[in-house]
T-cell receptor
Framework: GAVVSQHPSRVICKSGTSVKIECRSL??????MFWYRQFPKQSLMLMAT?????????EQGVEKDKFLINHASLTLSTLTVTSAHPEDSSFYIC??????????FGPGTRLTVL | DAKTTQPPSMDCAEGRAANLPCNHS???????VYWYRQIHSQGPQYIIH???NNETNEMASLIITEDRKSSTLILPHATLRDTAVYYC?????????????FGTGTRLQVTL
């Protein structure tokens, strides 16, 4: 299957700082990218959908000013967690969908906010 | 509201077939059935998807009932590396509603 990468794989930051997570589709062009969050022992929760060149669509209850999403190219989307707090500590996973309509997931980024 | 219902957990002996059921009684005509799995602390891995015909690939087989209200994922010869949480998801193939919403899945434990 197609390859999606995330960077960093793990990040620890202080409360109040902002953290940027990158999601790249390595061998295909992703017209749509998705961001998920997963807390321990829970399922993945969709946060937002982003299409290249347009504003992201956020799921209900997800603060768009706190979780900034940029999808500037067909191979890169970024999620910035602004003013992070301990309750934002989670496993963040992106996925990418190309013209084939299959959705491929990245390996995830584990964020710990101290 | 969950659109699919799966048993929370299942066990399977290594080498035997693992049959994972999924109920999706409210599936719409344009919705596909997707299966993904997630091994601990990794991103989900695509397994297979189908609309109404049975599907098979190198990983698994997908059997969809004629009324499309349920399906079964079959791993023909389970190995220890198949231990994971398996998610059954229904979603349109295209359009703004085409997004994967994960339920609680089935935790498959493959044992020696």
């Amino acid at each position: 299957g197609a390859v999606v990468s995330q960077h960093p794989s793990r990040v620890i930051c202080k409360s109040g700082t902002s953290v940027k997570i990158e999601c790249r589709s390595l061998d295909f062009q992703a017209t749509t990218m998705f961001w998920y969050r997963q807390f321990p022992k829970q399922s993945l929760m969709l946060m937002a959908t982003s299409n290249e060149g347009s504003k992201a669509t956020y799921e209900q209850g997800v603060e768009k000013d706190k979780f900034l999403i940029n999808h500037a190219s067909l191979t890169l989307s970024t999620l910035t967690v602004t003013s992070a707090h301990p309750e934002d500590s989670s496993f963040y996973i992106c996925s990418a969908r190309g013209t084939g309509n299959e959705q491929f997931f990245g390996p995830g980024t584990r964020l710990t906010v101290l | 509201d969950a659109k699919t219902t799966q048993p929370p957990s299942m066990d399977c002996a290594e080498g035997r077939a693992a049959n994972l059921p999924c109920n999706h009684s409210t599936i719409s005509g344009n919705e596909y059935v997707y299966w993904y799995r997630q091994i601990h602390s990794q991103g989900p891995q695509y397994i297979i998807h189908g609309l109404k015909n049975n599907e098979t690939n190198e990983m698994a087989s997908l059997i969809i009932t004629e009324d499309r209200k349920s399906s079964t994922l079959i791993l023909p010869h389970a190995t220890l590396r198949d231990t994971a949480v398996y998610y059954c998801i229904v979603s349109p193939l295209t359009g703004t509603a085409s997004k994967l919403t994960f339920g609680t899945g089935t935790r498959l434990q493959v044992t020696l």
